[in-house]
């Protein structure tokens, strides 16, 4: 078991840490570096690092965590199939006017004011037998 832990963490760890050594190489890198070149030099440093610290078994997992962070990476950014997915278009494009509930649809229906408006919440004016009125209303 406790080889089985060491194993884990040392790939999760390794791997992670590589995925998290990936956005600050790009700080080094000059920002005009064309996204394949830089993407390039960031799969081959994840391919070497294993080679220049051959002793330390961790150093495999992070060679392959900044592979895989850097050819994500470069896949998000430049390839459109991975772009933005159709299935998360155009949320949140009514909260940049404040609210959620979009006027127009609300308004198709018949309703003058938004129902989170609060408006709707004036008392009915209906009065129960042997209570006070409403001092609401």
């Known amino acids: 078991m406790k080889k089985l832990?060491?194993?884990?963490m040392?790939?999760?760890g390794g791997g992670a840490v590589g995925g998290a050594v990936n956005p600050l190489i790009?700080?080094?890198?000059?920002?005009?570096?064309?996204?394949?070149l830089k993407a390039g030099l960031k799969v081959g440093a994840g391919?070497?690092?294993p080679e220049l610290v051959p002793k330390m078994k961790i150093a495999d997992s992070i060679g392959a965590g900044l592979?895989?962070?850097?050819?994500?990476?470069?896949?998000?950014e430049n390839?459109?199939?991975?772009?933005?997915?159709?299935s998360t278009a155009?949320?949140?494009?009514?909260?940049?006017?404040?609210?959620?509930?979009?006027?127009?649809?609300?308004?198709?229906?018949?309703?003058?004011?938004?129902?989170?408006?609060?408006?709707?919440?004036?008392?009915?004016?209906?009065?129960i037998e042997g209570e006070e009125e409403n001092p609401l209303s």
């Open 90 to 127: 155009g949320i949140g494009e009514d909260l940049d006017r404040g609210y959620i509930i979009d006027e127009d649809r609300v308004n198709a229906l018949g309703v003058e004011e938004s129902p989170i408006s609060g408006n709707d919440d004036q008392p009915s004016g209906i009065r």
């Open 67 to 76: 592979v895989g962070a850097a050819v994500s990476d470069y896949l998000r």
């Open 26 to 36: 790009d700080k080094v890198l000059p920002a005009t570096m064309k996204p394949l």
């Open 5 to 8: 832990a060491a194993a884990l």
């Open 47 to 49: 391919a070497l690092a």
């Open 10 to 12: 040392n790939r999760g």
């Open 79 to 86: 390839v459109e199939m991975f772009k933005s997915s159709p």
